[in-house]
């Protein structure tokens, strides 16, 4: 069954606008795990392995995506369901930034679920959407989506940096927290 024209055109700038906003995401929240754990307390030597181990561990239990598809019966609530937990996955982040101190076992935990779900929703978001949008377009509208997004990421992780040093003085060494906080629930 063909879709409208217009649903079809509303549905490319809602994907286009949740690029958008993943890669506010990324370049707010996921570049910032390990700078955040060190910004607590957490040794670089303990800090350093968030940036592999949790993805490992993200990697190996995205396994379960088929099933968890089948069990749901929609990719569309698979992808919002690992989307929601995603999101909330920044919430203690945040909270633990206010507080200035995390532990690093659930600094260690809450990335792991967050690389988890992110890993998982990917393949379920690709099959979903390229049943949402026409074959002939697909090429030219994904290239322009990710200069799009690209240079989201870009202005994301550059405001984000300026904002972490700019706070992260000697002088303004207290605000960091606030810095961490406001990027994780931006984040989420």
């Known amino acids: 069954m063909a879709r409208d024209?217009?649903?079809?055109?509303?549905?490319?700038?809602?994907?286009?606008?949740?690029?958008?906003?993943?890669c506010v995401l990324v370049a707010a929240g996921e570049s910032y795990f390990v700078a955040f754990a060190v910004a607590v307390g957490m040794g670089e030597l303990l800090a350093g392995p968030l940036a592999s181990v949790p993805l490992v561990i993200g990697g190996m239990l995205q396994l379960i995506t088929p099933r968890m598809v089948r069990l749901l019966g929609s990719l569309k609530r698979w992808v919002v369901l690992c989307a929601t937990i995603q999101a909330l996955s920044f919430l203690p982040l945040g909270i633990g930034a206010l507080r200035g101190a995390m532990p690093a076992w659930a600094i260690?935990?809450?990335v792991s679920v967050y690389w988890t779900v992110n890993f998982?929703?990917?393949?379920?978001?690709?099959?979903?959407?390229?049943?949402?949008?026409?074959?002939?377009?697909?090429a030219r509208y994904?290239?322009?989506?990710?200069?799009?997004?690209q240079l989201g990421t870009v202005?994301?992780?550059?405001?984000?940096?300026?904002?972490?040093?700019?706070?992260?003085?000697?002088?303004h060494h207290e605000h960091a927290g606030l810095v961490?906080?406001?990027?994780?629930?931006?984040?989420?």
């Open 5 to 22: 024209v217009s649903t079809t055109r509303r549905d490319l700038r809602l994907i286009t606008t949740d690029g958008l906003l993943y």
């Open 108 to 110: 260690y935990l809450v």
């Open 120 to 138: 998982a929703q990917g393949p379920a978001w690709n099959t979903w959407v390229a049943t949402l949008m026409p074959d002939r377009i697909r």
């Open 142 to 149: 994904f290239a322009n989506r990710t200069r799009i997004t």
């Open 155 to 171: 202005l994301g992780l550059v405001g984000a940096g300026l904002a972490l040093r700019a706070f992260n003085s000697d002088e």
């Open 180 to 188: 961490f906080a406001a990027m994780f629930f931006t984040a989420g």
